[in-house]
Structures are given as structure tokens and as C-alpha cells.
């Protein structure tokens, strides 16, 4: 039996390995198992060489895993152009299409003795059963099945419903397809069996999406009801989703011409009165920075996501990354403080999107949310939400008494002034991104940008004593801590696991909210720590500098920072945190006891 | 456009006007631009405050400041998308743009054939003085080839962007020019432009007193100025305007060079049939993750 199964798959664009992915993860979802699958592709438009890794355990996870347990091959050219996204290991058990005429002693994995080698004549099966070998995908379903003990019954259901299109015949054949499969494991049993244990909490039926969706989703239950954007890789799927649901809600979206004019069109929303939108990746993020800064100084709420990959400039655009940080915090011009949030998984995803409109609205601040490409294209299952425990903010509006001699920008204790839109008697303004006095007209004062300066900035001051949105684990007396944000959090709390497993006294700590930086959270998370890690995927480690910035950081605390496209394994960090747990333990050995006589 | 919402009268032009003291020089074009801008407010008689004016930077950008409309003095070149922005969030808004030649045809040139084809109910006033005069006197998209200025001190090596011919080949249906030496004139296109269902586009030559030349000052446009109207022109024929408009920069024709009799359907009228078709079809917003349910 086993509680965890990562299984990696490859073939070539028409072979359908991410079909084949689709219905696993719907019949784990369907069966109350937690997983998460991840899709790769070449970087052909269409066609060229595909891929999917599937996760499907009996308990929460956090994270893709590392080196897979069953890798299939439908050829082996193809799959070896995933090398460090499918690694193979001395558990895996290898199943490959056999035409492929490669011995079972000879795979093309240099330097991997895997646990079982099993050649399948998986295009035969297909073409016997089917007629066509385009059903390959379905027999390495019924392999699956077979071998590990997903449950048929749900691999079906998601095989039915992929197909039904095509017709009753089509769904007859894959069925037979699907039969053949489940008999040849059974024929062929493995040398030590591998069957997948039931969910450890029975088989409640989990939600299953990805975090663009999620996102998407979570903006109109927050009450978002204008989206402009532009298409960009990887965040488009934000802009498909509301471009067909964000009606039914009264709102309305703007596919806009540029990235500037996506962002230009949320300001002009949120001036009239709208919870706005807009979502991006890296590049989109350069070009929107100067209307951040409009946001700002005109203190007009707005959201925008910006889904991490590769960068500079174009970099990886498929590939995930944490290197956007330093753009988000800092790249405005002037001193233009905003809020920036970050998910750590596609759950995640849900709280952090309505606490970034809350933000958004409450403070009148533009405010970034920082997925990644990892959390946002990558599906997972997730236990039901309860909305009724989210709370929904409004902006604050002027009343009656506040509409008479009006000033929008008035300068309260708080830092926050209600707020008029075009339509309301009374409440007419000007707003600019221009400096301005408390009534909003221009100034060249510098007594009043101080003074305005300092408004913008105090209003935000209370983010800082948000503690939830900090993930806190482990030991609070731990000596060495880790502190990781966005899905490398995931990677993070099962290194943190296996830690605990390993007897390591560790602590966890995952900011949601990366600016403004809450010192004090940090500083009393710090109070025991002498060594730890900030691991994130960027190469310069920018939370790692980020902290130093504002946080007095213990010396020993170190940086476990990589270039996206290069997964951050949870055993490479606990090695890390079991040599600096060592290596504590051994100065203190040595260290020379005061002379207390 | 609702534009009658009020009794007509209601409303006169210094309802319109703020008390902020506009920073233009003394001679200013854009002071006769302002002042027709009121005039054309009152003619419609929409309360100020269910009036959107979006302006970009530029010394004519300032102009929402001196009314009393809610004003959106935005960033250079960005006026046209905030004003999309707002007039989709709120259809029942009029909505107004105004800014210069550099920020509508330079750093904002991407964002005018989106809005014309897009075609959302707003009035675009261009003020176009064939120079950058906030930045004191640098080459703009509409000088003419071989001008001296403080940026081409040996003279220009560009042809100037033709405004009125790039809004008609982009498809604009209503397209109209005017100038502050024909006061009446001037608000009489703004005016129409506001009732026109759909995008308007009006050029103003609006001088620049201090680093204009001397031929684009109000008093020389007084003598060389021709009304469409009284050469007979008809605002329906789009070839025949696009044919004058080739005189833009030797000639200054002022009035209606087109206005599209059939004029195509609004983004705001697409989003509201979309509302009234899809609106509530969808699952309760606190029930909205039950979509991700599979089955």
C-alpha cells in the first residue's frame, strides 16, 4: 500500500498525456484524495512534445514532490526532454511503450537503477481494441488503474466525459481500451505492490481547479465587477474566465490594446465607483508601473495580478518563478508604498484574492497580488471553502455631512477619506496624478507633499499587525527556522515534515503579506532562531534581500535561492537545515565554557 | 447619451466653471477652448457632477481642473483608456477626454483607432498648437517638416501625423474641427459632438502664444479660417471629408467633416444587451467555487 504517488508522464502533442492527466486527477478529486497535477509543454504553439505530473495522495500536500514513483514513457525522446521535471530514482517504476525497442536493463537514464522496468505494448492495445493507436492514452489508464488502484470507476467518469463529444462509439472503444490496461497489470503484477491506500478523511468530493481560475472566481465573489487586461502568458486563463462569467455578476471586462491601457481602464473603474481588475505577468508589470503609481498618489483602489515566470524581459514565459518581488515593492517612481500579497497554493489562492480587494478598497491603494506560474496553472483539489466566513469591504463613501464642503483628499487620523464618484451630488473632485492639497487641486507645496507623502504612507501602517496573513508552523522554540512565500511555501512545509520526521527542531514561517514589511511578526518569529533559510525561486534571493532591508535578520540566517525553471526539492532543504542543526550542535561542543570561578 | 435629463436652461455656462485659476499663458488658445467647453456643457444642461472629464498631461490637460465636472487629471498619453474605463462602469456618465497633439497622437497615438472602433459614447477634444509648450517648446507629432525648436535646432526631419485624416481612416463617425477664433463655431461641434451617439473626435487649433508660430495665432487663423457648412460640404460623404482633411496644415477648415449617418452599435449598448441576457444566470457569488465541483 502507499499513501503518496507521484506519477510523471510524456509522449508527443497528440498522444493526449494531458487528457490522460485530466482524468486522473478528476477521479482523484472525485474520490476524495488530495493531488495536484502540473502540465509542460515544448514550446510549440501546437503539437511538439508534452507532459504532465501528477501528485495523488491520502492526506494534504503542498507541493508537486520530487523524483516521480511511476514515470511512463510513450517515447523515450520525448520524455528525456523533461529530465529535471520527471527526475527518475531508484523507487520509480518505469513504464514505457515497448516499441520503442529499448531493453528493460538498457533505459536511457544514465546513472538510474529503477525499481521496475516494464515494457507495455501500449500503441498495439490501443489499435487492437480501438482500431486506431489514438487510444494509447486511455490503455496507460487502465495500466494505472491496475497497478495502483485508482479508482476505476472515477478514471471512467473522467474518460466519458472527455469523450462524449465524439460519441457513444468512440466512449464503448476507450472503455474496452481502458479494460485492456487494467488486465494487462493484473496479468503483469508488480514485483512489490503498490496500491494506493483510501483518503485518509473518507471520500468527500474536493473542488478541483487551478489557481488562475481560483483567482478569477474569488474577484467576483469579492464584488469585482471590471476587468481590463491584455493577454500575456502565464495569466491569460484570468481574463477567459471573467470574459464569460463576469456578466452574470453585472460586471463588465475590457480585453484592452496594451497593458497600459488594461490597467488605464481599472483606474478610470475604480474613479467611477467599481471594485477593478486587472491581471498580467512580468513584462505587463514593467508596463503597468506608472499607472501603479496614479493609483497611488489619485488613492484609487485597485487589484492587480501579476503571475511570476521567467524574466527579465521575456525570460521563460512558461516556467515558474519568485523574481517579480523587487518590481512589486519597489518600481514605482516617487515614494509609492503599496500593498503586495502573495498565495501560497491554488486554496490559498481564494482568502489572499478577497483580502487583496478588502485591502484594495478599505485603504484606497492599489494592490498586487504575486502568483506564480506554478500555483496558477497547475490544478488542484481542494477541500470545500465556506464563503459566509470571508467578509466583503466596501470603500468608504461620504455621507451627508462630509458631502458639504467636500475634500476628497482630506487629511484624517487615519490616513483614509471617503470617498465620492462621478454620479454622487456634491462629491465632484478632481483627481490627478498630480500633487495636491486636501481639496485636490494641484500643488507645487512641499509642505503638502510632505504632508500628503505621509497620509498615503500611515494609511498602509496598519497592514503591518495583520498576523494572519502569516503562516506560522512547528516549534515555536526552534532554533533554526524557514521562511518561504508563494507555491515554494508548499515545497517549504513538507521539507518542514520531513524535518520533524528527522527529529530537526524546525519552524516554518509564510508571509501572504510581503509588503509593507510587518517587522514585528518577523522579529518575534526570530526571537529563537540563530540559523535558518529564506528559500524562494529567484536567483538574487529577493525576500532574503527584502528582509534584510527593514528586518534584523540573525547571522546565521541564509538564502536558498535558485533561477526559476530549477525545482526547489523539500530533501535539499532539510538537507541544508540538518547541517546547520549539526553544525550548532558542534560549536557548541567545542565552544570553550566561561570561566564562571 | 441621455441628454435630456434636465429643463433646458437650468444650467448656465459658470455652473461649469471652477475657481481654480488656470496656469495657461495670457493669450492661450485653450482659454477660448475652456470657455466653449462651458457653453456647450450648458447647451446640454447634464449636472456637473454626472460629468466625467479625462485629460492626460499637457498644458491643455489641465482643463478638467477649471470645471466642475469630476475631473481625471491622469498620466501623459492615458486619458483615452481611463475614460473607457469609466464610461463602461457607468454608461450613464458623459463622459469627456481633452488633451494636446503630443498626447493624443505621440505618447497616446495607440490608445485613439482602439477607442474609435470601440466606438464608447465619448467627446474627444484634441488641442493641437503644433508644439510641446509644457516641456517650453519641443518638436510635437503635428509640426510641420524642417520646424526650429529647442529639441531640432537644424530643423525637423519628420512629416507631421495629419489628425483628422488618422481618425477618419481608422473609422471614426464623427469627426469635427474648430478653433477659439470662431467662438460659436468652437461650441457648437463640441456640442454636437456630445449629442453624436457614439465616439467624437473634435480638432482644435488651439495657438500657442509662446512658442507657436506666428501664422497659428488666433488673429491669422481669423483671416484664413473657412466654414465647411458655407462651402457646402455634406457631413455624410466620408471620401469628401477625407479629401479636405488632405488640406489639414495648409488650410483651416472649421465644422463637421463627418458624421456617419448609420453609425455602428456602442461597446457600452453591447454591454448592456449582454447584461440583460446573461445577468443572474450564474450561480449566487458565495456559491460561485460549486462551478469547480467535478462531475
Given at each position: 500500500?502507499?499513501?503518496?504517488?507521484?506519477?510523471?508522464?510524456?509522449?508527443?502533442?497528440?498522444d493526449?498525456?494531458?487528457?490522460?492527466?485530466?482524468?486522473?486527477?478528476?477521479?482523484?478529486?472525485?474520490?476524495?484524495?488530495?493531488?495536484?497535477?502540473?502540465?509542460?509543454?515544448?514550446?510549440?504553439?501546437?503539437?511538439?512534445?508534452?507532459s504532465?505530473?501528477?501528485?495523488?495522495?491520502?492526506?494534504?500536500?503542498?507541493?508537486?514532490?520530487?523524483?516521480?514513483?511511476?514515470?511512463?514513457?510513450?517515447?523515450?525522446e520525448?520524455?528525456?526532454?523533461?529530465?529535471?521535471?520527471?527526475?527518475v530514482?531508484?523507487?520509480?517504476?518505469?513504464?514505457?511503450?515497448?516499441?520503442?525497442?529499448?531493453q528493460p536493463?538498457?533505459?536511457?537514464?544514465?546513472?538510474?537503477?529503477?525499481?521496475?522496468?516494464?515494457?507495455v505494448?501500449?500503441?498495439?492495445m490501443?489499435?487492437?481494441?480501438?482500431?486506431?493507436?489514438?487510444?494509447?492514452?486511455?490503455?496507460?489508464?487502465?495500466?494505472?488503474?491496475?497497478?495502483?488502484?485508482?479508482?476505476?470507476?472515477?478514471i471512467?467518469?473522467?474518460?466519458?466525459?472527455?469523450?462524449?463529444?465524439?460519441?457513444?462509439?468512440?466512449?464503448?472503444a476507450?472503455?474496452?481500451?481502458?479494460?485492456?490496461?487494467?488486465?494487462?497489470?493484473?496479468?503483469?503484477?508488480?514485483?512489490?505492490?503498490?496500491?494506493?491506500?483510501?483518503?485518509?478523511?473518507?471520500k468527500?468530493?474536493?473542488?478541483?481547479?487551478?489557481?488562475?481560475?481560483?483567482?478569477?472566481?474569488?474577484?467576483?465573489?469579492?464584488?469585482?465587477?471590471?476587468?481590463?487586461?491584455?493577454?500575456i502568458?502565464?495569466?491569460?486563463?484570468?481574463m477567459?474566465?471573467?470574459?464569460?462569467?463576469?456578466?452574470?455578476?453585472?460586471?463588465?471586462?475590457?480585453?484592452?490594446?496594451?497593458?497600459?491601457?488594461?490597467i488605464?481602464?481599472?483606474?478610470?473603474?475604480s474613479?467611477?465607483?467599481?471594485?477593478?481588475?486587472?491581471?498580467t505577468?512580468?513584462?505587463?508589470?514593467?508596463?503597468?508601473?506608472?499607472?501603479?503609481?496614479?493609483?497611488?498618489?489619485?488613492?484609487?483602489?485597485?487589484?492587480?495580478?501579476?503571475?511570476?515566470?521567467?524574466?527579465?524581459?521575456?525570460?521563460?514565459?512558461?516556467?515558474?518563478?519568485?523574481?517579480?518581488?523587487?518590481?512589486?515593492?519597489?518600481?514605482?517612481?516617487?515614494?509609492?508604498?503599496?500593498?503586495?500579497?502573495?498565495?501560497?497554493?491554488?486554496?490559498?489562492?481564494?482568502?489572499?484574492?478577497?483580502?487583496?480587494?478588502?485591502?484594495?478598497?478599505?485603504?484606497?491603494?492599489?494592490?498586487?497580488?504575486?502568483?506564480?506560474?506554478?500555483?496558477?496553472?497547475?490544478?488542484?483539489?481542494?477541500?470545500?471553502?465556506?464563503?459566509?466566513r470571508?467578509?466583503?469591504?466596501?470603500?468608504?463613501?461620504?455621507?451627508?455631512?462630509?458631502?458639504?464642503?467636500?475634500?476628497?483628499?482630506?487629511?484624517?487620523?487615519?490616513?483614509?477619506?471617503?470617498?465620492?464618484?462621478?454620479?454622487?451630488?456634491?462629491?465632484?473632485?478632481?483627481?490627478?496624478?498630480?500633487?495636491?492639497?486636501?481639496?485636490?487641486?494641484?500643488?507645487?507645496?512641499?509642505?503638502?507633499?510632505?504632508?500628503?507623502?505621509?497620509?498615503?504612507?500611515?494609511?498602509?501602517?496598519?497592514?503591518?499587525?495583520?498576523?494572519?496573513?502569516?503562516?506560522?508552523?512547528?516549534?515555536?522554540?526552534?532554533?533554526?527556522?524557514?521562511?518561504?512565500?508563494g507555491?515554494?511555501?508548499?515545497?517549504?512545509?513538507?521539507?518542514?515534515?520531513?524535518?520533524h520526521?528527522?527529529?530537526?527542531?524546525?519552524?516554518?514561517?509564510?508571509?501572504?503579506?510581503?509588503?509593507?514589511?510587518?517587522?514585528?511578526?518577523?522579529?518575534?518569529f526570530?526571537?529563537?532562531?540563530?540559523?535558518?533559510?529564506?528559500?524562494?525561486?529567484?536567483?538574487?534571493?529577493?525576500?532574503?534581500?527584502?528582509?534584510?532591508?527593514?528586518?534584523?535578520?540573525?547571522?546565521?540566517?541564509?538564502s536558498?535561492?535558485?533561477?526559476?525553471?530549477?525545482?526547489?526539492?523539500a530533501?535539499?532543504?532539510?538537507?541544508?537545515?540538518?547541517?546547520?542543526?549539526?553544525?550548532?550542535?558542534?560549536?557548541?561542543?567545542?565552544?570553550?565554557?566561561?570561566?564562571?570561578? | 447619451?441621455?441628454?435630456?435629463?434636465?429643463p433646458?436652461?437650468?444650467?448656465?455656462?459658470k455652473d461649469?466653471r471652477?475657481?481654480?485659476?488656470?496656469?495657461?499663458?495670457?493669450?492661450?488658445?485653450?482659454?477660448?477652448?475652456?470657455?466653449?467647453?462651458?457653453?456647450?456643457?450648458?447647451?446640454?444642461?447634464?449636472?456637473?457632477?454626472?460629468?466625467a472629464?479625462?485629460?492626460?498631461?499637457?498644458?491643455?490637460?489641465?482643463?478638467?481642473?477649471?470645471?466642475?465636472?469630476?475631473?481625471?487629471?491622469?498620466?501623459?498619453?492615458?486619458?483615452?483608456?481611463?475614460?473607457?474605463?469609466?464610461?463602461?462602469a457607468?454608461?450613464?456618465?458623459?463622459?469627456?477626454?481633452a488633451?494636446?497633439?503630443g498626447?493624443?497622437?505621440?505618447?497616446g497615438?495607440?490608445?485613439?483607432?482602439?477607442?474609435?472602433?470601440?466606438?464608447?459614447?465619448?467627446?474627444?477634444?484634441v488641442?493641437?498648437?503644433?508644439?510641446?509648450?509644457?516641456?517650453?517648446?519641443?518638436?510635437?507629432?503635428?509640426?510641420?517638416?524642417?520646424?526650429?525648436?529647442?529639441?531640432?535646432?537644424?530643423?525637423?526631419?519628420?512629416d507631421?501625423?495629419?489628425?483628422?485624416?488618422?481618425?477618419?481612416?481608422?473609422?471614426?463617425?464623427?469627426?469635427?474641427?474648430?478653433?477659439?477664433?470662431d467662438?460659436?463655431?468652437?461650441?457648437?461641434?463640441?456640442?454636437?459632438?456630445?449629442?453624436?451617439?457614439?465616439?467624437?473626435?473634435?480638432?482644435?487649433?488651439?495657438?500657442?502664444?509662446?512658442?507657436?508660430?506666428?501664422?497659428?495665432?488666433?488673429?491669422?487663423?481669423?483671416?484664413i479660417?473657412?466654414?465647411?457648412?458655407?462651402?457646402g460640404?455634406?457631413?455624410?460623404n466620408?471620401?469628401?471629408?477625407?479629401?479636405?482633411?488632405?488640406?489639414?496644415?495648409?488650410?483651416?477648415?472649421t465644422?463637421?467633416f463627418?458624421?456617419?449617418?448609420?453609425?455602428?452599435?456602442?461597446?457600452?449598448?453591447?454591454?448592456?444587451?449582454?447584461h440583460?441576457?446573461?445577468?443572474?444566470?450564474?450561480?449566487?457569488?458565495?456559491?460561485?467555487?460549486?462551478?469547480?465541483?467535478?462531475?
Open positions: 500500500m502507499t499513501n503518496d504517488l507521484v506519477i510523471g508522464m510524456a509522449g508527443s502533442g497528440g493526449g498525456i494531458v487528457a490522460a492527466g485530466e482524468s486522473l486527477i478528476t477521479a482523484a478529486a472525485l474520490g476524495g484524495y488530495h493531488a495536484i497535477m502540473t502540465k509542460s509543454f515544448g514550446s510549440q504553439i501546437r503539437g511538439g512534445e508534452s504532465c505530473r501528477l501528485r495523488i495522495a491520502t492526506r494534504p500536500i503542498y507541493s508537486t514532490g520530487g523524483t516521480l514513483d511511476v514515470a511512463v514513457a510513450l517515447n523515450w520525448d520524455f528525456l526532454k523533461f529530465g529535471a521535471e520527471l527526475p530514482g531508484g523507487h520509480t517504476v518505469v513504464i514505457y511503450e515497448s516499441k520503442t525497442g529499448v536493463d538498457r533505459l536511457p537514464l544514465p546513472g538510474v537503477r529503477p525499481a521496475a522496468s516494464l515494457p505494448p501500449i500503441g498495439d490501443a489499435k487492437s481494441m480501438t482500431g486506431t493507436d489514438r487510444a494509447k492514452n486511455t490503455v496507460v489508464l487502465g495500466l494505472l488503474a491496475g497497478w495502483f488502484g485508482i479508482t476505476h470507476e472515477g471512467l467518469a473522467g474518460i466519458r466525459k472527455r469523450l462524449e463529444k465524439k460519441g457513444a462509439e468512440v466512449v464503448e476507450n472503455k474496452r481500451a481502458f479494460d485492456a490496461g487494467v488486465e494487462y497489470a493484473e496479468q503483469h503484477p508488480l514485483a512489490s505492490a503498490r496500491t494506493m491506500a483510501l483518503p485518509a478523511e473518507g468527500q468530493v474536493k473542488l478541483l481547479v487551478d489557481g488562475n481560475e481560483m483567482c478569477a472566481a474569488a474577484a467576483i465573489f469579492a464584488g469585482c465587477e471590471f476587468f481590463g487586461g491584455y493577454p502568458t502565464p495569466s491569460s486563463e484570468i477567459h474566465y471573467l470574459s464569460r462569467e463576469i456578466w452574470k455578476y453585472g460586471g463588465s471586462m475590457l480585453q484592452a490594446e496594451d497593458e497600459i491601457a488594461g488605464g481602464a481599472v483606474v478610470g473603474a474613479f467611477a465607483g467599481k471594485k477593478a481588475l486587472t491581471a505577468s512580468g513584462p505587463g508589470l514593467s508596463l503597468k508601473t506608472e499607472i501603479l503609481g496614479l493609483a497611488t498618489i489619485a488613492e484609487l483602489p485597485l487589484v492587480c495580478v501579476d503571475v511570476q515566470r521567467g524574466g527579465p524581459s521575456t525570460g521563460i514565459p512558461t516556467k515558474s518563478e519568485q523574481s517579480d518581488l523587487f518590481a512589486a515593492v519597489f518600481s514605482a517612481h516617487g515614494d509609492a508604498p503599496r500593498p503586495v500579497l502573495a498565495p501560497m497554493s491554488v486554496a490559498d489562492t481564494f482568502p489572499v484574492t478577497v483580502e487583496a480587494f478588502n485591502i484594495a478598497e478599505y485603504y484606497q491603494t492599489p494592490v498586487i497580488i504575486l502568483s506564480d506560474q506554478d500555483i496558477a496553472q497547475r490544478k488542484e483539489t481542494v477541500d470545500p471553502i465556506d464563503t459566509k470571508f467578509r466583503v469591504i466596501e470603500r468608504r463613501r461620504p455621507n451627508e455631512t462630509e458631502l458639504v464642503e467636500y475634500d476628497r483628499f482630506r487629511l484624517t487620523e487615519s490616513g483614509i477619506s471617503p470617498i465620492s464618484h462621478p454620479g454622487m451630488k456634491n462629491g465632484n473632485y478632481l483627481a490627478s496624478g498630480i500633487e495636491h492639497n486636501e481639496h485636490g487641486a494641484p500643488t507645487a507645496s512641499g509642505e503638502m507633499h510632505s504632508r500628503m507623502n505621509e497620509k498615503r504612507l500611515r494609511k498602509l501602517a496598519p497592514l503591518k499587525r495583520r498576523r494572519d496573513l502569516f503562516l506560522v508552523q512547528g516549534d515555536p522554540d526552534a532554533p533554526v527556522a524557514l521562511i518561504a512565500w507555491s515554494v511555501a508548499g515545497v517549504a512545509m513538507e521539507a518542514l515534515e520531513l524535518a520526521e528527522q527529529g530537526l527542531k524546525v519552524k516554518l514561517l509564510v508571509p501572504k503579506l510581503l509588503y509593507p514589511v510587518a517587522e514585528a511578526v518577523y522579529q518575534d526570530l526571537a529563537s532562531v540563530k540559523r535558518g533559510l529564506v528559500v524562494e525561486q529567484s536567483h538574487q534571493g529577493q525576500l532574503f534581500r527584502t528582509l534584510r532591508m527593514f528586518v534584523d535578520l540573525p547571522g546565521g540566517m541564509e536558498l535561492a535558485k533561477s526559476g525553471s530549477n525545482p526547489i526539492l530533501s535539499e532543504i532539510v538537507d541544508r537545515l540538518r547541517a546547520m542543526a549539526l553544525g550548532m550542535q558542534r560549536k557548541r561542543a567545542y565552544e570553550p565554557q566561561p570561566d564562571l570561578g | 447619451m441621455s441628454t435630456a435629463a434636465k433646458l436652461g437650468l444650467y448656465v455656462a461649469y471652477s475657481d481654480l485659476k488656470p496656469i495657461w499663458c495670457p493669450g492661450c488658445g485653450d482659454f477660448g477652448v475652456v470657455t466653449a467647453i462651458y457653453r456647450a456643457l450648458a447647451a446640454i444642461g447634464r449636472p456637473p457632477h454626472e460629468i472629464f479625462v485629460s492626460g498631461i499637457g498644458c491643455s490637460s489641465r482643463i478638467p481642473g477649471y470645471t466642475t465636472a469630476y475631473g481625471f487629471n491622469s498620466v501623459h498619453g492615458r486619458a483615452l483608456p481611463i475614460a473607457q474605463g469609466i464610461k463602461i457607468n454608461p450613464d456618465l458623459l463622459v469627456l477626454v488633451g494636446g497633439d498626447d493624443g497622437f505621440s505618447i497615438g495607440n490608445h485613439v483607432p482602439h477607442a474609435i472602433r470601440r466606438n464608447l459614447d465619448i467627446t474627444y477634444i488641442m493641437d498648437n503644433q508644439i510641446y509648450g509644457l516641456t517650453k517648446g519641443q518638436l510635437s507629432p503635428t509640426s510641420s517638416r524642417g520646424l526650429k525648436t529647442a529639441s531640432s535646432q537644424m530643423g525637423s526631419l519628420e507631421p501625423v495629419n489628425p483628422l485624416l488618422y481618425v477618419l481612416g481608422y473609422g471614426a463617425s464623427f469627426v469635427a474641427q474648430g478653433t477659439p477664433g467662438m460659436e463655431g468652437l461650441a457648437a461641434v463640441i456640442e454636437e459632438g456630445i449629442r453624436f451617439p457614439g465616439f467624437a473626435f473634435i480638432n482644435v487649433q488651439s495657438p500657442c502664444v509662446t512658442y507657436g508660430l506666428p501664422d497659428s495665432q488666433l488673429k491669422a487663423q481669423k483671416e479660417m473657412q466654414s465647411l457648412k458655407q462651402l460640404h455634406d457631413p455624410s466620408r471620401l469628401r471629408a477625407m479629401d479636405l482633411a488632405q488640406d489639414y496644415g495648409t488650410k483651416l477648415y465644422g463637421v463627418y458624421r456617419n449617418p448609420n453609425p455602428p452599435p456602442t461597446y457600452e449598448a453591447g454591454v448592456r444587451e449582454r440583460e441576457a446573461l445577468m443572474g444566470t450564474g450561480p449566487a457569488r458565495e456559491d460561485i467555487l460549486q462551478m469547480f465541483i467535478p462531475h
